[in-house]
Structures are given as C-alpha cells and as structure tokens.
T-cell receptor, first 116, second 118 residues
C-alpha cells in the first residue's frame, strides 16, 4: 500500500550540480505529474505524463527534464542546479480521466531541495 | 489573472467551532472540477473533497463540506467541529477540461493557513 514514493526526501546541491528526483507509484495510474512548491505559494506544474513514453511541459519546465519509460516511474532531472530551484518537489499520480472527472491526484511525501 | 484565489493567508478558529475557508476561481470552461487539499506541517498533500461543475448538490465528506456557488465562482470549504489536528495549510485547486492540453493537471491557489486554538 505504498502509493507514490519519492526519493530522496532531502538534498543539498551546489550550483551547477545535477541530480535526479525519483518517483514511483504502484497504483497502475496512467497520469503522473511533477510539481514544485515555493515558500508561501501553491504548487506549480513542472512536467506531466499521460502514459509511458509520453511527457509534456507544464507551467514551469525550464531547468528540468523528465522521462517515462514505464507506467510506474517518472523521474525528474535537474541539470545545472540554480538557487532558483530551491523548493519542495511533489510527484503525483492519477488514474486515466474518465467522463466523471473526479480523478483525484495522489501525492508523494515531497522532496526538499536546497541549492547553495 | 489568477485562476484560483484564496484571500485568507491565515485563519484562527476555536476548537469545536466551524470555519469557512474561501476560494474563488476563474474559468470559461463549462466542465471543471474543484478540489481541496490539506497540507499539515509534515508536508504531505492530503485530498479532502471534490466538487464537479455539473454536480447539483454540494459535496460533503465527513466534517468537510464544500459550499459551491457556481454563479459567484466560489467553492468555499467548511470544516465543522474543528479539531486541533485540523491545523494545517489548506489549498483550493481546479482542473479545467482542456487546461494546457493536460486533462488531469490541477491549478492551485496560494493556500490558507488554519490554526485551531484549544
């Protein structure tokens, strides 16, 4: 009953370093998302995927890359980390949206990233 | 223009009293969904309640109810009989049918921090 699992929970990076945030879900959800949450703000969409092999940009994609080789995994890659990427990152998943539309997103616990 | 507006950065409520958290939204899409999530200090996002734009009745889930006023484009969360464990950030979110090509993405407000006093 794991749901959405994110690793690592905390990470400190130096400017210019790269890293990958891992996200795995065991609910067989088609849709997966990456959001970032800056202090005092709501969540903003970075990238999303509607199925294996399909990804697309959200509202704030610059500085990030994603891939979706399997239904379960949706890693987020940060290239050349910058202080502006200091944030809390949330991965989420949801089932394929039907006509009912409820399609609740299930979130991971979050990954707190600091870039110094 | 903001799609989701939560005008109350912080709210206080006495334990066992009811509290209303405000949310207004902006959309021209006739088909949309409205969500409320709770984020306690531990950081996780917990789904509370959902209201579809075509739903005739206001959604309820236990102590949570959604006061949906479609003409005013408001979707206020009502928490009855507040408990100390209700202290958290609360986010209103909306999904439009055709937002940015994603049929599942949520647009979030900035949140309201609720503090329950004993």
């Amino acid at each position: 009953n794991a749901g959405v699992t994110q690793t690592p929970k905390f990470r400190i990076l130096k400017i210019g370093q790269s890293m990958t945030l891992q996200c795995t879900q065991d609910m067989n959800h088609n849709y997966m998302y990456w959001y970032r949450q800056d202090p005092g703000m709501g969540l903003k969409l970075i990238y999303y995927s509607v199925g294996a092999g399909i990804t697309d940009k959200g509202e704030v994609p610059n500085g990030y890359n994603v891939s979706r080789s399997t239904t379960e995994d949706f890693p987020l890659r940060l290239e050349l980390a910058a202080p502006s990427q200091t944030s809390v990152y949330f991965c989420a998943s949801s089932p394929r949206q039907g006509n009912s539309g409820a399609n609740v997103l299930t979130f991971g616990a979050g990954s707190r990233l600091t870039v110094l | 223009a903001q799609k989701i507006t939560q005008t109350q950065p912080g709210m206080f409520v006495q334990e066992k009293e009811a509290v209303t958290l405000d949310c207004t939204y902006d959309t021209s899409d006739p088909s949309y969904g409205l969500f409320w999530y709770k984020q306690p200090s531990s950081g996780e996002m917990i789904f509370l309640i959902y209201q579809g734009s075509y739903d005739q009745q206001n959604a309820t889930e236990g102590r949570y109810s959604l006061n949906f006023q479609k003409a005013r484009k408001s979707a206020n969360l009502v928490i009855s009989a507040s408990q100390l464990g209700d202290s958290a950030m609360y986010f209103c979110a909306m999904r439009e049918r055709n937002y940015g090509g994603s049929q599942g993405n949520l647009i979030f407000g900035k949140g309201t921090k609720l503090s329950v006093k004993p």
